[in-house]
T-cell receptor, first 112, second 113 residues
Framework: EAQVTQNPRYLITVTGKKLTVTCSQN?????MSWYRQDPGLGLRQIYY???????DKGDVPEGYKVSRKEKRNFPLILESPSPNQTSLYFC???????????FGDGTRLSIL | GENVEQHPSTLSVQEGDSAVIKCTYS??????FPWYKQELGKRPQLIID?????GEKKDQRIAVTLNKTAKHFSLHITETQPEDSAVYFC????????????FGAGTRLFVKA
């Protein structure tokens, strides 16, 4: 089954404790993105990747890191999480930036 | 910077009526405009999309129109049903200085039975 898989689905953690949210897709997509969703603000792009070893900033990259060492995986790293990063996070993938994106089920992060 | 504005933020219609959601974008180089539907607690899913070389596209009860001159595109849902109740997001693919995707803030649609 074609899918985008994120882990974990839920996480409660404390300020400053490094965390990684994994994202994997099995559709051989080249374009992958991370978004955060906050009430009234829609989906805001954090980082995106056009292909392996090619990443670029979206609209809200501060406090986040990503890597794209393999085509299928695109982890989101919060080196020193802060409470303002409490949000619902979605990973998405598509063949290119001009193609429909397939979203994962989301990861709800709470930073205390 | 690049921006996508979406209106209205909330829309309530009677079952069987039509619903229209409007978006405007700022980057004239944008060339791909998808619409996503997000049901409560679920992931966004594509419902229809349109490219900059097309003015209108229809899929059963759903249609999208694009006015490149005005930098404006709209989603039209006819004969609405209660299962159309969800949050709808428009988006624009920005191809200047990168390949970002900018989403609108969303429209919460309520279809009353």
């Amino acid at each position: 089954e074609a899918q985008v898989t994120q882990n974990p689905r839920y996480l409660i953690t404390v300020t400053g404790k490094k965390l990684t949210v994994t994202c994997s897709q099995n559709m051989n997509h080249e374009y992958m993105s991370w978004y955060r969703q906050d009430p009234g603000l829609g989906l805001r792009q954090i980082y995106y990747s056009m292909n392996v070893e090619v990443t670029d900033k979206g609209d809200v990259p501060e406090g986040y890191k990503v890597s794209r060492k393999e085509k299928r995986n695109f982890p989101l790293i919060l080196e020193s999480p802060s409470p303002n990063q409490t949000s619902l996070y979605f990973c998405a993938s598509s063949f290119s930036s001009n193609q429909p994106q397939h979203f994962g089920d989301g990861t709800r992060l709470s930073i205390l | 910077g690049e921006n996508v504005e979406q209106h209205p933020s909330t829309l309530s219609v009677q079952e069987g009526d039509s619903a229209v959601i409007k978006c405007t974008y700022s980057d004239s180089a944008s060339n791909y405009f998808p619409w996503y539907k997000q049901e409560l607690g679920k992931r966004p899913q594509l419902i229809i999309d349109i490219r900059s070389n097309v003015g209108e596209k229809k899929d059963q009860r759903i249609a999208v129109t694009l006015n490149k001159t005005a930098k404006h595109f709209s989603l039209h849902i006819t004969e609405t049903q209660p299962e159309d109740s969800a949050v709808y997001f428009c988006a624009a693919s920005i191809n200047t200085g990168g390949f970002k995707t900018i989403f609108g803030a969303g429209t919460r649609l309520f279809v009353k039975a």
